[in-house]
């Protein structure tokens, strides 16, 4: 069992920033932020593994960056130039094993998640 303890979430005004932090209790080769909105279905928001790859919704690039920390198992989340379409529950989700293809990973194929925490952007 791999424990995650997520924080970083809140409310901010649009065009500000969060900075999330993940911190797993072992080492996991994938680290990744997922975000589910009200009414909406679970997406990938930014995935990297341990090599240094890295995968990004569309709908973020350019605004988000995730990043590693390995020696201390965690995993950062820099979000700027927020929108109220950001509003969301962000998880932390881990994945032990190598993929075949970090961009074509599911949601399904990670093995653990984080309880989430809530961002808000208010307009």
């Known amino acids: 069992q791999v424990q995650l303890v997520e924080s970083g979430g809140g409310l901010v005004q649009a065009g500000g920033s969060l900075r999330l932090s993940c911190a797993a209790s072992?080492?996991?080769?994938?680290m990744g932020w997922f975000r589910q909105a009200p009414g909406k279905q679970r997406e990938l928001v930014a995935a990297a593994s341990r090599g240094g790859s890295t995968n990004y919704a569309d709908s973020v690039k350019g605004r988000f960056t995730i990043s590693r920390d390995n020696a201390k198992n965690t995993v950062f989340l820099q979000m700027n130039s927020l929108t109220p379409d950001d509003t969301a529950v962000y998880y932390c989700a881990v994945r032990g094993r190598p993929p075949s293809s970090l961009r074509r990973l599911t949601a399904s194929e990670y093995d653990y998640w984080g309880q989430g925490t809530q961002v808000t952007v208010s307009s």
């Open positions: 072992r080492s996991m080769y994938v």
